[in-house]
């Protein structure tokens, strides 16, 4: 059987168009091995069936769907996961709003035969014009070059430590060794957060990490990017906050860390706790229709004494402050 690259969609879109683009951007790529596509519709609003009505007849034989009743994008690609079968010796993980570079998959097969076991790239933030790398302020230079090539790095130092700072990783260029990580799966209860898991995940597996310095993977602007926060005081703002905090505690609770690493992790959780009750405060002052439920959960998942909270609050609002205004004279 033909060793082959298995890529993971997970599906669900108000917005026609966007898996068949991201599927035709699968199919262009260059000088890359054979590669099969398993998209789960995710219950979505425009079925994947309806997507794939614009796909070449030619490629649809690569493709299979499965459909599921919604229960998220974890849940989603654990079911993608779940059907790889023999043969699949790369899995590539994409979401259906994101388009690849022709030769990105052929740049992360070549390296990972020779090199690693997990390969990443830069990719570009939606509505931004900046780069995750750029914003993760991930530095290329401090990585070690690979065979002479100007744009491909071994990952060097401390893989927990870049998690634990701020994720670089680009979940949609991620390619790796069915053999090495393919019985790893995502993580539901982190909800919008099941990447940075999956992530924190794959350090108790001993990655051997390669990444291209390159831009390979696009966002599509016209999408509802759930992660992406435009207002603050809003219930999406609320809801990326809990996942947060349900990331957090998840590496509290199953992640080997030093302590420095817990400590930081820690005071993260609460940072993300006080900010809910600044959101909640201002959206009510503002009369914006609040969902106490989000908040409940965002107090419930970080549990902490009165008094610390009532410090983190007291914190975040002199942090804004003097932000806005600088800082007050002998303070």
Known sequence: ???HVVVIIPFFQRIRGLLSSALRGVFDQRDA??????????????????????????????????????AGPASARNTGLAAVTAGGAWIALLDSDDLWT?????????NLEK?????FSDGSLPRTGSTLFETAGFRSAEHHPIDGQSDIFALQGDYLSLLVDRSPFVTSSAVYRA????????EPSCGICDDLAFWMSIASLSPSVVFSSRVEVFGADAAEHISIVEDWKSNKALRVSRDLIRYYNFALRTVPLSEEHRAKIRRKAANERAGTVITAMAMVKDRIPLDRGLVRDCLRESPAPAIDLLRGVT??????????????EGG
């Open 33 to 70: 091995p054979e590669i099969r596509v398993i998209v789960v519709d995710d219950e979505s609003p425009i079925p994947a069936a309806v997507e794939l009505l614009d796909i070449d007849p030619g490629f649809r034989h690569a493709i299979t769907v499965i459909r599921q009743p919604n």
């Open 315 to 328: 914190q975040l609002i002199r942090s804004r402050i003097i932000k806005r205004w600088g800082a007050p």
């Open 115 to 119: 090199h690693g076991n997990i390969y």
């Open 102 to 110: 022709p030769d990105h998959i052929a740049r992360a097969v070549t």
């Open 1 to 3: 059987m033909s060793r």
């Open 179 to 186: 053999d090495v990580f393919g019985g790893l799966r995502f």
